[in-house]
């Protein structure tokens, strides 16, 4: 007798999801296809096909995030000379160092869907493209470096944490690795919130206007709301959750560990409404954030500047000994 | 790392070629004894040994790997046709749940008038 | 010990100069000097003294070499570089902590107190690292020529009869080991890479040539530290085995020879130019606002 599972195919349809995807397959039907894979919680990966969309949004995403971290050196990079111990000093370089090290793995995630990094750093530093809000402000004392590694940093780990299962699969990875090393910065940061807190009143109040000035900017950090059903972002599942959904988690976690410390927040409209179960609080000033990220910000030109300078101090160890990169495969 | 890779002269710049490119090395690593080498990501790097520094550097510094692979990308022979991996037909011969048995073991205890034996003590 | 001192760069003259003679008697902290056994090289005062100034100039070199290379975090020429370069940079910085934490146990003070306390004039660090950072040539070659002078003393020093300090060598040197093949690697790119990579490489070692040897130098001390069997080694003989292992590097990398002047003691360590005194004012700023308080 003919064993019947002899002629059938047994395996199920998804396991064989890139024959949907390929090239016989008609233009329209592949779209379909993939985005029903993705909406279904499919990955993606460097050498699968995607549509020209998706290859430009999670670009554009990643090449964002790699330029804030990028960016984002500056500003802590200031105070690495100067931490007061020996421990803040291997602390803050160790942080900074692995903000390095993000911008890496991240340049790396867009390098191979096809923008070779000088490219990239062609666009950053023309103002083509962006860095997040944050990384275009002053630091004015060490309070600054407390703040930002503790608050800022959380702000970005809420964010970074909602990444981790993003459809392509690269981003995913990186984004898991990132949220474990992210996980030191923060209790770094509170360390020397904390011990600035305990510590001489002039250092109390250092902090305190530290916090005074950051918080404008902590609250604009995780962007406008934009309904669910016009961000592409979400709809491409390049990220999981809504810029809202983002504050109201940093707020919830947040805000009750600073008041702890006798901070204060400068918002006194900012508190927990019980009934709507989420935080209200004074609306951001989005004209700010717009400015501010279009490169008009405190330091926005200086430290495109800088960074234009010292790459040019650099170039030639690219060109005779690192060379330049090949296309990405 | 071994020795060798410092003191070994590159052959690529014995007569000073200026320009070298940049190529992805892929980077394995493993957490702890007995794990098996899992990808970490990539680096770029003109040559392998530099490749091998920054493989430590990035997937390494924190002490979270015991060791490292490190394999230039260009190296690696990629697989992944369906065809080949996940073919159309039957293969459940080859799998534990291409054998289904529950039926014929009660036909058979039944026949042979005993119970099912009680699950073994772990 | 330090006055209100403004951000920018006055030295306080009412700061102590000399920590290691002054601490342990003049600190309110009951500091005492650890418990020691009569094998203990540091049980007599002269020998204590001796090897506390060993202790500083090694912490010295350090921490200055670190908080120099450090300022590459964030800006060195790719970014897989920039985190390797980082790594050297705190290894540095560890190093030090950790010999001053040697240090503060002989003395009586402790190590964040030894690195930041004091005005430029009483740092013990090597002429050599008095430059300023520089381009990545001038980067290279003074790591190239500090890690091989290092190395060579943490040879020396491995059987120490200071047990501590034996210990510690012995870890920092494994940490140097990867610290010389990154170096070594890059010396040799820059010198085999015809054009502005050479150039600068050699313009580099020009400028630092004069003050290479500073790293090895003897100290004003150094035949007690001899005579107790802390320092199993002469500064010649040290010298002797850093040419011997710099020379044929350099040959073979068709490198200007660098001299064998023995390098004069008195001005090896002690005399500091503007760019270690700007370094200093950096790294001071902040814990000058309140040396008292805690960061």
Redesign the interface.
Known sequence: MTDPLALAPILPEQERRRLRFSDDVPQDERHRNFEAHIVAGGKVEPDDWMPDEYRQEVLRFVEMHANSELMG??PE?D????????????AL??K??D???H??LL?RVAEDLGKPREAMFDDLLAGKTKFHNVFHYPTRS?ADVGIIAWLVDAAAIVAQQALRDSSYGPYARTMRKICWEESVHIMHGRDVVV??V???P??RAMVQEALDRWWGPLMQMHGPRTPREKDRDLHWRIKAKSSEELRQEFLTIYVPRIRELGLHIPDSELRFDQVAGQWRYTEPDWDELRTVVTNHGPMSQERLAFRRL?RE??R???????GSPRVAA | ?ADH??RTQ?AE??T?Q?AVN?EPYEVFRQEKDGDPMRHGGS???PDP??AV??A???YG?RQESVRLWVVRRGDIHLLEDPDLLQPPLDRSFKKPGGYVMRQKLEAARERAGQAKPKARER | MTGRSSQDDQVDLSADPDPIAHAGSSQASGADESPTSPADPTADPVTAAALAELLLALADDDLVIG?SD??W????????????M??L??DE??H??AI?ELLAALVGSD??RL??DRPPEAYRHARLLDHARG??AMTIARRYLFDTAKTVRLEALLGSSDRPLAELVAKIRREEV?HL??V??WL???A??????RT?LLAALAVLEPDASSVLAPLAVEPILRGSGILSASSASLLNAWHARVGPTFARLDLPPLPKTVPDPAHARCEHGEPFRW?WG??T???R??PA???
Do not use: C
């Not at chain 3, 085999?192 to 990579?197: D, K, L």
């Open positions: 050196v500056l990079r105070w690495l000379l100067r931490a007061p111990t020996l421990k803040r000093k291997l370089t160790a900074v160092q903000e390095v090290g911008a890496q340049y060490w011990t600035l305990t510590g001489t002039a250092q010292n101090e650099t030639w160890v690219r060109e005779t000994i690192l | 790392m890779t410092a590159p710049t014995q000073a200026p940049l680096v770029l790097a040994t530099l520094h920054y430590r550097e990035l510094r | 908080f450090s300022e975090t964030g800006i060195a020429p790719i970014l897989e570089e920039d985190v390797a980082s790594s940079a705190q910085i560890g030090a902590r001053y190590a964040d690195a930041y381009d990545w990867y093949l990154h070594e690697t040799d790119r820059l085999r890479t015809p054009g502005e990579a600068r370094l950096e790294f700023s902040v814990r606002l309140d308080a805690t960061w």
